[in-house]
Structure formats: structure tokens, C-alpha cells
């Protein structure tokens, strides 16, 4: 008879509900683990996020499937409490369940997160391979651990190996959708609040992993490397063509970090698309408008592109090389917008205020940069240094940290201050500017609604809450859901 695995996503508002990053994760990274380990032990999932399980329904559904061992992935450090609730709630039911935890959150903080003796095992990296040989050693049947990717405990001692990557991406198997209701999630959009409106049934979907770019403020290069690796082109195609013939997917939000930066890719899985005549529309989440010519951008358009998400981060060019890090070059930047709205697309722009090292005229200079860059919204994070990024150890160097080293994550609010600024001036500045540039006019009021798929008087009362959110702090009342 095979053991029983359980794999879980606990539910975020165990924590905290915020609708910006109280986000229904995608199911298929569950789904994945799952195939890969399917031979070797029975599987369920159970995803208290998207279903919004209470602590005791999730126990409840454990006690249930009475399984000998429970995966919980967590993929930020914003919601790291609800691992040791669902971790404690697992080993309450039956101490000897073993508990294996992985996700972005555990790469990063292991060390902290074994302090909690109801975690058995983490998983580091890209754990598909990991998981699938734990599961084996712990079943009997290899005699060591992994040589990579896991945590554990001798004894007392915390034991780690470097963390996992998976080289060739095209050797993974399809995720086992039947584990779950795909058409729950398809149908449902991806949190409660403003969503860039895509045809339902929609699709989450990540070919690509790692990044080469080493931007200062981002985790992508410690978490999957600075090496891009694709899935085969013609195998991510056949997948759509599946999922919309058995579920009806009529759209695609891809998912990735940089899903252009490996060209040669991107080219053939668009020209594949239009091949196939795959006839799905779809939008990218995170697209390096510096790798964009004409003859990309006129295969998105053929392929169903109808909107990208640019992270153009600063409108100061010595930001963007001294302390941003990123190749671009802003001159080039407001005739590549063009292009993109010029053939129908929509554009977002994402922009970062309150670097290390950075002047007040520069942070205002990338406000101005922003209004008149072309882009149909534009949205601002306040500058957040997080763990094992150039960023931190740069807010450490200059001694401009003013959280006592006490780092919490939220990108509303600044935790870094000058000499010119403080960290209140910049939570501020980016709440009334985002409102004024993105806001002024009826037809901005109108088009954004369109784009959010909420009505105009949706649209006033987010606008509202988010300047009214500047003066709570990290602690906002729970009828308070900013942007």
C-alpha cells in the first residue's frame, strides 16, 4: 500500500488579508510536485489560500486524508507565520507525519525557519528533483538524502546543501492537473481586487526560470540563478493546445521574470503560436522592454500579445547604472512604449522610489519621467532592500536603514531615509503621485477601470484607500484595501 502525500498552500489571510499581495498562487506548481512523485506515493491538494480554509478546516482536511507526509510551500517571507501555523497544526494531528517545506520563502530563510521543530525537512531551489528523491529516502528505498537542495536536522545541528536547480527545464513532466478543479482557478481571477482583465478561462503559465540581469533590488538571481533556462517551445504550445481543448482556456497570463531575455526562445514559441494557430490571447507579466525590436513586437501582435507589464524602475540614468543596475537606456525607452501602443498593445510601467543613494530631484525626476513615458499606467514601489540582494548590502553600507535591522516586507512603505528625504516623504510621494499621473483625466478614470475590469466607482474608492493608507502605517484597518 503507497503512503500518502499531501501538498498544501496555507491561506495568506491566516496573516493578513491585503489585497495586493493576497494573491491566489498558481496551482501548478503543486500539480508538478505531484506528478513527479506520483509512482511513489499517493497524492492530495489541498489549497486553503484559493478556497479561504479557516485554520480548522484545514485540519479538518488533514485529519481527513490522514497522510504520512504533508508539503507546504509558501512563496514569501511577507506571510511567514502561516507556515508554522499550518506546520504546528500538521504535527497536533499526528506528530509523526513528517513535514516538508519549500517555496521561495524557505530558499531564503531556512536556517530561520528550522528553528521550528515541527519542520522536518526544506527543500532549497528548484525542488522537482529534490522532492522526488526524499520522497524516495524516506520511503526506503535510496539510502542518503539528496546531495542538494535540502535541509534537515542531526541532532541538534541544522544541516544544508546548496541550493537546487533544474538545468534542462524541457525534462519536467506536465503538471497531473487532475488533482485539482482547473476550472476553479481559470474562472477565478488571481486576488480580490484590480486585475489586468484577460478573457476568461485564463491560464497561469512560467517556461522560463532565472535571470542574468542581477538587478540590485531583486531575489531571482539568488533563488534560480543568472542563467535563463526554457522549457522546449514546441512543448509549452502543446500544453496550451491541451489546456484549451480540455478546459476551455481562452487566455494566458505568462508568469515569468524575464520571459524574452532568452531570444532565440521567445521567437521560435511565438512563431510556434502562430504555427499552431494556438489563437489564444494573453499578456506578459514581466517583459525586458530593452531585449524589444520590430520584429518581436510584430510576431506578439500576430501570436495574441494584447498587453506587457515593463519594469523600467528608475527616469534617472545614473540611478539606473550606478545603483538600479539594469541595461537600459532611458532615451530608448518612451519610442519602444510608442511602438507597443501603436499596434493596439496596452502597456503597465513600474517604476522604484527611495534607492539607497538616491537624491530627492532624482526620485522626482523618475515621477516626471514616468508621467510622459507613454505608458498607459504607471505604478510605484517604494524601494524595499530585501535579503540576499546588491540593494540591502548597499542601504547597510550607507547606514540609511531606519528599522532598527529589523526588515518587514511591504513595498507601500519605505524603510530607507537620506539626508534629503525621509522614509514617510517617499510612502507618501508615491501614494498622491501614483494618483495624479495615472488619474488626472476622465478618459485615464475610464480606460483604468477597462484595464482592472472594476466599475469607475471601484476604481474612486481604491484611489481613496490608497491615499488613505499612507497614514496607517503597516497596520491598516481590514475595510482598508490599497493599491
Avoid at 11 to 37: I, Y
Avoid at 191 to 209: A, H
Avoid at 241 to 269: A, H, P, Q, T, W
Wanted: with cysteine; aromatic share 10%.
Amino acid at each position: 500500500m503507497k503512503k500518502k502525500l499531501l501538498l498544501t498552500y496555507p491561506n495568506q489571510r491566516w496573516e493578513k488579508e491585503d489585497t495586493n499581495t493576497t494573491w491566489n498562487l498558481n496551482p501548478s506548481t503543486l500539480c508538478l510536485l505531484a506528478e513527479m512523485v506520483r509512482d511513489e506515493v499517493d497524492v492530495k491538494v489541498i489549497d486553503a489560500q484559493f478556497y479561504n480554509l479557516s485554520e480548522q478546516q484545514f485540519i479538518n482536511e488533514v485529519r481527513d486524508y490522514k497522510p504520512d507526509y504533508v508539503g507546504i510551500s509558501v512563496l514569501t517571507s511577507e506571510y511567514s507565520n502561516i507556515l508554522d501555523v499550518a506546520a504546528d497544526a500538521v504535527k497536533d494531528i499526528d506528530p509523526n507525519i513528517i513535514v516538508i517545506a519549500g517555496g521561495v520563502y524557505i530558499t531564503i530563510d531556512y536556517m530561520q525557519i528550522m528553528q521550528n521543530e515541527s519542520i522536518d525537512y526544506c527543500v532549497r531551489g528548484e525542488g522537482e528533483y529534490v522532492f522526488r528523491e526524499l520522497i524516495q529516502y524516506l520511503n526506503g528505498k535510496q539510502d542518503n538524502l539528496p546531495c542538494e537542495g535540502i535541509v534537515y536536522r542531526n541532532n541538534k545541528e541544522i544541516i544544508h546543501s546548496p541550493p537546487a536547480i533544474v538545468d534542462d527545464l524541457s525534462k519536467l513532466p506536465w503538471p497531473d492537473y487532475s488533482l485539482v478543479k482547473l476550472e476553479d482557478y481559470t474562472n477565478h481571477a488571481e486576488r480580490e481586487g484590480p486585475v489586468w482583465g484577460t478573457e476568461r478561462p485564463t491560464f497561469r503559465l512560467i517556461v522560463t526560470r532565472g535571470c542574468p540581469v542581477g538587478c540590485s533590488f531583486c531575489q531571482v538571481e539568488f533563488i534560480s540563478g543568472k542563467k535563463t533556462r526554457t522549457r522546449d517551445p514546441e512543448d509549452v504550445v502543446n500544453e496550451l493546445l491541451f489546456l484549451k481543448r480540455k478546459y476551455g482556456v481562452k487566455s494566458v497570463i505568462f508568469e515569468d521574470d524575464n520571459i524574452s531575455m532568452n531570444k532565440r526562445f521567445f521567437m521560435r514559441l511565438l512563431e510556434l503560436m502562430i504555427e499552431k494557430e494556438l489563437n489564444l490571447r494573453w499578456i506578459i507579466q514581466a517583459f525586458a522592454i530593452f531585449t524589444l525590436n520590430e520584429k518581436m513586437l510584430d510576431l506578439m501582435v500576430k501570436a495574441g500579445c494584447f498587453g506587457v507589464n515593463v519594469a523600467i524602475e528608475s527616469g534617472n540614468q545614473r540611478v539606473m547604472d550606478e545603483i538600479v543596475l539594469k541595461p537600459i537606456k532611458l532615451e530608448k525607452i518612451p519610442r519602444k512604449i510608442k511602438m507597443i501602443t501603436d499596434r493596439g498593445l496596452f502597456v503597465l510601467a513600474n517604476f522604484i522610489i527611495g534607492f539607497p543613494g538616491e537624491s530627492w530631484e532624482e526620485i522626482r525626476e523618475t515621477i516626471r519621467f514616468a508621467e510622459y513615458s507613454g505608458a498607459d499606467y504607471c505604478k510605484f514601489f517604494v524601494a524595499m532592500p530585501l535579503s540576499h540582494t546588491k540593494m540591502l548590502d548597499m542601504a547597510i553600507s550607507k547606514g540609511v536603514l531606519d528599522t532598527d535591522g529589523h526588515l518587514f516586507m511591504d513595498w507601500r512603505h519605505g524603510q530607507i531615509s537620506s539626508d534629503e528625504w525621509t522614509s514617510k516623504d517617499i510612502s507618501t510621494l508615491r501614494a498622491y503621485e501614483w494618483d495624479r499621473i495615472n488619474f488626472s483625466t476622465k478618459e485615464q478614470r475610464k480606460r483604468i477601470s477597462e484595464m482592472w475590469s472594476v466599475t469607475e466607482n471601484q476604481v474612486e474608492v481604491i484611489r481613496k484607500q490608497t491615499r488613505d493608507a499612507v497614514n496607517y502605517g503597516t497596520k491598516m484597518p481590514n475595510d482598508i484595501t490599497p493599491v
